[in-house]
């Protein structure tokens, strides 16, 4: 099976993006904060994040593109 397309809203878990139990990668992801452009230094632990991206087969793991 193919990664899935997904969006993902939580709280941010400490030192990933971690998101309603998925590890999404972020090295290549275009991160915004609050509409202005950011780095992953901006992401902090318990913060609401919107995760777009896909998740793989695996359920626990993925890629944040934005």
Not at 35 to 46: F, K, R, V, Y
Request: proline residues 2%; charged residues 20%.
């Amino acid at each position: 099976m193919a990664p899935t397309n997904a969006v993902s809203i939580g709280v941010m878990a400490k030192g990933s993006v971690v998101v309603n139990g998925v590890h999404f990668d972020d090295s290549t992801a275009n991160i915004q904060v609050e509409n202005h452009a950011g780095n992953s230094n901006d992401l902090q632990n318990g913060k609401l994040v919107k995760v777009r991206g896909q998740i793989n087969d695996d359920r626990v793991t993925g890629v944040a593109r934005r």
